[in-house]
T-cell receptor, first 113, second 115 residues
Framework: NAGVTQTPKFQVLKTGQSMTLQCAQD?????MSWYRQDPGMGLRLIHY???????DQGEVPNGYNVSRSTTEDFPLRLLSAAPSQTSVYFC????????????FGSGTRLTVV | SQQGEEDPQALSIQEGENATMNCSYK?????LQWYRQNSGRGLVHLIL?????REKHSGRLRVTLDTSKKSSSLLITASRAADTASYFC???????????????FGAGTQVVVTP
C-alpha cells in the first residue's frame, strides 16, 4: 500500500496563479482532510470530507476549494494564490475519523511569490 | 482559534529520562489523539483516547485524559534520541456527531532528547 500520496512535493507560484494540490489514498478511507502548517501555529484544518460527494469547511477555508468525486482522491484547489498561502500543506485520511487515527501524507511545500 | 494547546512549548531531556507534555482544550470532545512529527516529515499517529477513557498505554507511551479539566497528558518513558520530534495533540468536537473526526491541532511541543 502506498498510503497517502501528495503531489507535488514542492511548488513555487506567482501571486494570482491557480493550482491544484493532489491527494490520493489507497486504503479505502472515508474520511479525508487538508491541513496547512505554518511555523509556531500547528496545523489548521482547511477542508474536510466524510465520503465521496460530501465536503465541509474547516477553520481556514477562504481561498481554497475542494471536491470529492471518488473515495480515493481529494484535491485541493488554490483559486488565486496569495503570499499568505505560503505554507506546508498536508493531506490526511482515516477509516473513520471518529474512532481511528489519521494517516498523513508527506506534505507539499508551497511558496507564493 | 485552536482547540488544543500543548505545554510546554519545548522540552529538552537526556536519554533514559521521562518526557511529559500536556494538552488543554476548550470544548467537549469525542476523542483526543496524539501525533509525532519528525522534522520536515508528515505526522504519525501515536495513540487515540476516547472521551470515556481515562488512561491508555502503547509501548513506552502513556496517555491520560481528564475531561472535567479538559486536559490530557502524554508521557514518554525511558526516552531515546529517536524520540526527538514535535508532539501534537488533536481534538474533535464532541457536541454533535457532525464534528467527530474533524480535528483541530495545537501548536505542539518540541522535544529534544540528547544522548
Amino acid at each position: 500500500n502506498a498510503g497517502v500520496t501528495q503531489t507535488p512535493k514542492f511548488q513555487v507560484l506567482k501571486t494570482g496563479q491557480s493550482m491544484t494540490l493532489q491527494c490520493a489514498q489507497d486504503m479505502n478511507h472515508e474520511y479525508m482532510s487538508w491541513y496547512r502548517q505554518d511555523p509556531g501555529m500547528g496545523l489548521r484544518l482547511i477542508h474536510y470530507s466524510v465520503g465521496a460527494g460530501i465536503t465541509d469547511q474547516g477553520e481556514v477555508p477562504n481561498g481554497y476549494n475542494v471536491s470529492r468525486s471518488t473515495t480515493e482522491d481529494f484535491p485541493l484547489r488554490l483559486l488565486s494564490a496569495a503570499p499568505s498561502q505560503t505554507s506546508v500543506y498536508f493531506c490526511a485520511s482515516s477509516y473513520s475519523g471518529a474512532f481511528y487515527g489519521y494517516t498523513f501524507g508527506s506534505g507539499t511545500r508551497l511558496t507564493v511569490v | 482559534s485552536q482547540q488544543g494547546e500543548e505545554d510546554p512549548q519545548a522540552l529538552s531531556i537526556q536519554e533514559g529520562e521521562n518526557a511529559t507534555m500536556n494538552c488543554s482544550y476548550k470544548t467537549s470532545i469525542n476523542n483526543l489523539q496524539w501525533y509525532r512529527q519528525n522534522s520536515g516529515r508528515g505526522l504519525v499517529h501515536l495513540i487515540l483516547i476516547r472521551s470515556n477513557e481515562r488512561e491508555k498505554h502503547s509501548g513506552r507511551l502513556r496517555v491520560t485524559l481528564d475531561t472535567s479539566k479538559k486536559s490530557s497528558s502524554l508521557l514518554i518513558t525511558a526516552s531515546r534520541a529517536a524520540d526527538t520530534a514535535s508532539y501534537f495533540c488533536a481534538t474533535d468536537g464532541g457536541e454533535t456527531t457532525d464534528s467527530w473526526g474533524k480535528f483541530q491541532f495545537g501548536a505542539g511541543t518540541q522535544v529534544v532528547v540528547t544522548p
